[in-house]
């Protein structure tokens, strides 16, 4: 079982900038995929960024260049840097993990995560 907490979210204004950290209850290595999502309400959970087991990082095309995925291997922490925030941007924010897995091109699917946190807000508003 892996236990997953986010911290970082709150309100911004278009053009800002925020530091989702995603906090595992096991050492980050090389046996877990990780990845952020996002969830609007009336809409289907998407991948933002994610890490394979083999370092490999991917990113939503709605994100690229603004965002970036990042972890603490030394320690048990994912990061998500979002900068030039957009309103369409607001959503809650959820980290995930799942055992070894290996995808050099895409963003992983959230049907294939195991273990979630319990989300955090993020709100890009003038």
């Known amino acids: 079982q892996v236990e997953l907490v986010e911290s970082g979210g709150g309100s911004v204004q278009p053009g800002g900038s925020l530091r989702l950290s995603c906090a595992l209850s096991?050492?980050?290595?090389?046996?877990?995929?990780m990845g952020w999502f996002r969830q609007v309400p009336g809409k289907e959970r998407e991948g933002v960024a994610s890490f394979d087991t083999a370092g490999h990082s991917n990113y939503a095309d709605s994100v690229k260049g603004r965002f970036t995925i990042s972890k603490d291997n030394a320690g048990n922490t994912l990061y998500l840097q979002m900068n030039s925030l957009k309103p369409e941007d607001t959503a809650v924010y959820y980290c995930?993990?799942?055992?070894?897995?290996?995808?050099?091109?895409?963003?992983?699917?959230?049907?294939?995560?195991?273990?979630w946190g319990q989300g955090t807000q993020v709100t890009v508003s003038s």
């Open positions: 096991v050492w980050i290595n090389s046996d877990y995929c």
């Open positions: 995930a993990a799942r055992g070894r897995c290996v995808d050099p091109v895409r963003v992983h699917a959230p049907s294939s995560m195991l273990y």
